[in-house]
């Protein structure tokens, strides 16, 4: 293995899917879909907003790994993709310093997920292992790619797997408070 840190992001990306599984699996569809109010999200619309925002990243890990990736202005910058990386490292960490919103380009799909949210999350999380693994013939810390949200801010490879794993398992833990909330539906005997 070319990048050895991949395999303990993969494990944490694994558990993530696993967590999700055993903690929502069994919810029904009015609890997945339960929120406080319309400006928080419901259990679903924090894992629909986990697939929503990996899977743009998915043409830039295909591109790197077949060698097709250009680099653009914002990416040949002398250190500015270390810059970006570093400060997007320091904000999205598992366990939120602060409340942040997020971009446009990441936002959930629906307002109203299926009973099938769940799986199709672990299913999700499989191709991005999938798209990590396929990447791991470059070297992370040179390759450098852009984020979904904005054309500036540019980061290696090696930030952007740590960030997007980051912040899975910061979305799985929003997901969980919900389910901890006073006002959240029990399950009817």
């Given at each position: 293995?070319?990048?050895?840190y991949?395999?303990g992001l993969?494990?944490?990306?694994?558990?993530?899917?696993?967590?999700?599984?055993?903690?929502?699996?069994?919810?029904?569809?009015?609890?997945?879909?339960?929120?406080?109010?319309?400006?928080?999200?419901?259990?679903?619309?924090?894992?629909?907003?986990?697939?929503?925002?990996n899977?743009?990243?998915?043409?830039?890990?295909?591109?790197?790994?077949?060698?097709?990736?250009?680099?653009?202005?914002?990416e040949?910058?002398?250190?500015?993709?270390?810059?970006c990386?570093?400060?997007?490292?320091r904000?999205?960490?598992?366990?939120?310093?602060?409340?942040?919103s997020?971009?446009?380009?990441?936002?959930?799909?629906?307002s109203?997920v299926?009973?099938?949210?769940?799986?199709?999350?672990?299913?999700?999380?499989?191709?991005?292992?999938?798209?990590?693994?396929?990447?791991?013939a470059?070297d992370h810390?040179?390759?450098?790619?852009?984020?979904?949200?904005s054309?500036?801010?540019?980061?290696?490879?090696?930030?952007?797997c740590?960030?997007?794993?980051?912040?899975?398992?910061?979305?799985?833990?929003?997901a969980?408070?919900?389910?901890?909330?006073?006002?959240?539906?029990?399950?009817?005997e």
């Amino acid at each position: 293995m070319n990048n050895p840190y991949l395999q303990g992001l993969v494990r944490r990306i694994e558990k993530v899917s696993q967590d999700a599984e055993d903690t929502f699996g069994n919810l029904t569809n009015e609890q997945l879909n339960w929120k406080l109010n319309h400006e928080k999200w419901s259990i679903g619309q924090c894992l629909d907003h986990l697939i929503v925002s990996n899977t743009t990243y998915f043409p830039q890990f295909e591109q790197l790994a077949r060698g097709a990736k250009r680099k653009t202005i914002w990416e040949s910058l002398p250190g500015w993709p270390q810059l970006c990386g570093y400060m997007l490292l320091r904000t999205i960490t598992p366990d939120p310093r602060q409340k942040m919103s997020a971009p446009a380009a990441f936002m959930p799909q629906r307002s109203e997920v299926p009973p099938t949210i769940v799986a199709e999350f672990a299913a999700h999380n499989q191709v991005f292992i999938k798209y990590l693994q396929e990447t791991d013939a470059i070297d992370h810390r040179r390759a450098i790619m852009t984020s979904p949200a904005s054309s500036f801010i540019t980061y290696s490879l090696h930030d952007a797997c740590h960030i997007l794993t980051n912040h899975e398992e910061r979305h799985l833990r929003q997901a969980k408070r919900v389910m901890e909330l006073e006002e959240f539906p029990l399950f009817k005997e």
